[in-house]
């Protein structure tokens, strides 16, 4: 049962912002107040079609004690009762706990893990999706730095995604992602598993994380790799480390400035993450059997070339779809991760 006196305070709070916007708010106070009446909309929204459900079913009950209306009542009494269960889900999912880091633009890291030359090229691959499934929901995808390998594959990739829920809906993507597959520089034609990790970060803003300038040791370097478009031979390549966590970021585009911009960028949205994780941990315990936990040691996916096939382990979800997903179709896939990890926690507040 969604308690009453709740969605009240959630109306008056909603009522008190949008009187303060047409006041005029403190210049100060106008982001916050934006962003905050902008969440809470699609929520009194909810609240109301909720409410008017119920209204207008105990009008139409009402209307049964009149001889010349029952007909249509009880017509209508059925369809009501059919649709308020369905309105009260979508109000238990807008009332959900929000995750603050959903609306923000993500940094994605890319590593190849066991497997060689396979994994970097599977690597590759995984950084062409994730920048297609970008393209397709109208994100703005930037590589802020890639090392490749000889044969075009991936050592290491780091890219930000700009754009409307970018981190909500990418953030299940972090973990190791299994590859099956005969190689191109298999001669034998026999199947190698290898694998690739995967990190998606929520972008920190300079007001989440504060770095003490004594605490990086920024050092300029010549790039060094196997050629390609993204390594330059002059010494703008930067490299920053954390002092106190050993986090070291390298950036080796072509500007010296621009590079040490990404490399803070990323810097901080590590940070962010560890103390995001930390504070998640003393919250919940059990956060590691969530299918967001983001644990990137965790096999999350296996993707069978031979048999076509997609599966994603936290949720059982198997399609034989392989080319249309490598192609950047994953909203089916993110689709059921979100709808798994809305009912673990609608779960979690019954309890």
Avoid: C
Avoid at 200 to 210: F, G, K, M, S
Avoid at 230 to 250: K, Y
Avoid at 252 to 280: C, F, G, P, T, W
């Amino acid at each position: 049962m969604i308690p009453q006196d709740k969605l009240d305070q959630i109306l008056q709070h909603f009522g008190y912002l949008e009187a303060q916007l047409s006041a005029g708010p403190d210049p100060a106070k106008i982001a916050q107040i934006s962003r905050e009446y902008a969440e809470l909309k699609p929520v009194v929204a909810q609240i109301e079609a909720w409410r008017r459900g119920q209204s207008d079913l105990a009008e139409a009950e009402a209307l049964l004690a009149d001889p010349d209306m029952r007909a249509l009542a009880e017509e209508e009494i059925v369809t009501l009762k059919a649709r308020l269960p369905q309105l009260e889900y979508a109000l238990q999912l807008a009332l959900l706990p929000k995750d603050s880091a959903d609306a923000r633009p993500a940094i994605i890291e890319i590593r190849p893990g066991t497997g060689g030359d396979e994994a970097a090229l599977f690597a590759s691959d995984l950084l062409r999706m994730y920048h297609r499934y970008a393209d397709a929901r109208g994100w703005q995808f930037e590589l802020l730095e890639m090392n490749e390998t000889e044969l075009g594959g991936v050592k290491e990739a780091t890219a930000r995604i700009v754009g409307e829920g970018v981190f909500a809906r990418l953030k299940f993507e972090s973990g190791v992602h299994r590859v099956q597959r005969v190689p191109e520089t298999e001669a034998g034609g026999r199947i190698h598993t290898s694998a690739a990790t995967v990190a998606v970060l929520p972008e920190a803003q300079e007001v989440d994380i504060d770095i003490a300038p004594n605490d990086l040791r920024i050092d300029t370097m010549r790039a060094s790799g196997a050629g390609g478009q993204h390594v330059n031979t002059t010494d703008s390549a930067v490299r920053i480390t954390h002092l106190p966590t050993g986090i070291i970021v390298v950036s080796s585009e072509k500007s010296q400035h621009q590079n040490r911009a990404n490399a803070m960028a990323v810097l901080r949205a590590r940070l962010y993450e560890i103390e995001r994780d930390r504070a998640d941990a003393e919250r919940s315990a059990e956060r590691k059997g969530q299918v967001g936990s983001g644990d990137r040691s965790e096999r999350i996916r296996t993707y069978n070339f031979p048999q076509g096939r997609m599966t994603d382990h936290r949720i059982n979800l198997t399609l034989y779809a392989l080319n249309q997903i490598m192609g950047g179709d994953l909203d089916e896939i993110i689709d059921a991760l979100i709808s798994d990890d809305q009912a673990a926690k609608l779960a979690e507040m019954g309890a």
